[in-house]
């Protein structure tokens, strides 16, 4: 069984962690991990998604993690609904996995219209549908309408703004310690460069993992990350044609995707690359804290 509620999309942040902490009677988590990466449906290598799954929950069970995601099961959500559904058939340790989706994507949302109610929902989804069922994996949804069907965008700032709000938490009052925020980058499309670069350009900052091996967003990033010291007229040419290529882009769109990819570069001390090939290390919050610390 899940909890869910429908907000609108400009609801306040301390009213939404007020339910949470109240209604929901969620602790408040000792860090967040913010999933972000494609939504269309990838395949993971099975190597891969073991890898990606174990550190994931491993990351999650050992701090009392929060894990954000958009919700619904597709891309690299469904690989998180996976590893979640894999880690509560085996133990008891129940982890808290929020999907923050748009209301107006959500398919079969009318079995959920009702007040303090509790309903079946159907989580087969329709290939000829434009909408995406929720993905059953997680405890909580958060439900953001702004009127839209059928297009995301609704929950982006809502998801943005109530992060931040747990992040300003005093969780540690005597080191006056706020709630660490991670993101976390698996495989993505073109907008998950910019997500990067608003997560680098918080104050304070929120340190990225992006794992390496996954794909498009995440494998252009890394290549970036790997020869931007060399830099140079060849590594730009390359990652423009690299950028043309994955995202089908022409020269001109591949050229302002390449801009915002340079300016994370220039923070790159806050950003962690984890090779999917071999085990993910996953220390997250210890990440959060040394990165926020040193800055």
Not at 237 to 248: A, E, G, H, R, S
Request: a positive charge; proline letters at 4%; one cysteine or more.
């Amino acid at each position: 069984k899940a909890m869910y509620i429908r907000v609108s999309y400009d609801s306040k942040p301390d009213s939404l962690l007020h339910l949470m902490v109240k209604e929901w009677q969620l602790e408040l988590p000792k860090l967040l991990i913010s999933v972000h990466g494609g939504l269309q449906n990838f395949e993971m290598q099975p190597k891969l998604k073991q890898v990606f799954g174990k550190g994931l929950i491993k990351a999650a069970m050992t701090t009392g993690a929060w894990i954000f995601t958009g919700g619904v099961s597709t891309g690299v959500i469904r690989h998180v609904g996976d590893a979640l559904k894999d880690h509560s058939s085996k133990s008891r340790g129940r982890i808290c996995a929020i999907g923050i989706a748009p209301w107006g994507i959500v398919e079969n949302k009318e079995d959920l219209i009702g007040k303090d109610v509790t309903k079946p929902y159907q989580t087969m989804s329709n290939p000829l549908s434009k909408l995406s069922v929720l993905n059953s994996s997680h405890t909580h949804f958060i439900l953001a309408d702004n009127g839209t069907l059928g297009k995301y965008g609704a929950e982006v700032k809502l998801r943005r703004q109530l992060e931040k709000h747990i992040s300003l938490q005093k969780i540690n009052t005597r080191l006056g310690q706020g709630v660490p925020v991670v993101a976390l980058i698996v495989e993505g499309g073109p907008n998950v460069i910019t997500i990067v670069l608003e997560c680098l350009r918080e104050e304070p900052p929120v340190p990225v993992v992006v794992c390496d091996g996954s794909g498009r967003a995440s494998d252009i990033m890394s290549f970036a990350h790997k020869y931007s010291e060399e830099g140079g007229e060849s590594l730009r040419d390359q990652l423009l044609v690299t950028i043309q290529k994955t995202f089908n882009y022409s020269r001109n769109q591949a050229h302002q995707l390449l801009v915002v990819l340079m300016e994370c570069m220039k923070k790159k001390e806050l950003v962690r690359y984890e090779n999917m090939n071999e085990t993910i290390r996953f220390s997250m919050q210890q990440d959060a804290i040394n990165i926020l610390g040193s800055n």
